[in-house]
């Protein structure tokens, strides 16, 4: 089967079942892609809460326009500098706070955002990082609480 094929199969699937797969132990690797780039935003926020993204993918998330999508990823544990850079300098002050309990961020970046200019921003850096929190039910991947 085509990528395109796969692609109008998987735009096919109703919304519910997306939103299952999204969470799923099972998910087709060739369906990732397709999720990275979905179109409702509770599929996307579902798989972006994923444990197992790659970087590659994470990094795609990292650059969508909706802020949620990128709170989630700002809560991960493997960010790179690159990553953790980008969420700190993120114009939403959401992304901002996740990032800010974050034991990936660096003592610079946590002064910086303990001077930000939102006061939940400052309070959640000065509180330093936080350990992550994982959850996984039944039948589900592992996701980032």
């Not at 094929?5 to 997306?18: G, Q």
């Not at 700190?88 to 992304?95: E, F, G, I, L, Q």
């Not at 996740?98 to 910086?112: E, K, T, V, Y």
């Amino acid at each position: 089967m085509s990528v395109a094929d796969l692609e109008k199969f998987y735009k096919a699937i109703p919304l519910e079942e997306r939103l299952d797969m999204a969470l799923s132990e099972t998910l087709r690797e060739d369906f990732r892609p397709f999720m990275v780039r979905e179109q409702w935003m509770v599929v996307k926020c579902y798989f972006a809460r994923r444990a197992d993204l790659s970087h590659d993918e994470a990094m795609a998330l990292l650059h969508d326009q909706d802020h949620v999508i990128r709170m989630c990823i700002a809560k991960r544990p493997d960010l790179t500098e690159d990553m953790v850079s980008m969420c700190v300098a993120d114009r939403n002050p959401n992304v901002r706070h996740a990032i800010s309990r974050n034991p990936c961020l660096g003592a610079q970046q946590r002064q910086q955002l303990m001077q930000d200019e939102d006061p939940l921003v400052s309070r959640a850096a000065a509180k330093g990082p936080r350990e992550v929190e994982y959850r996984q039910r039944p039948g589900q991947a592992r996701v980032i609480r």
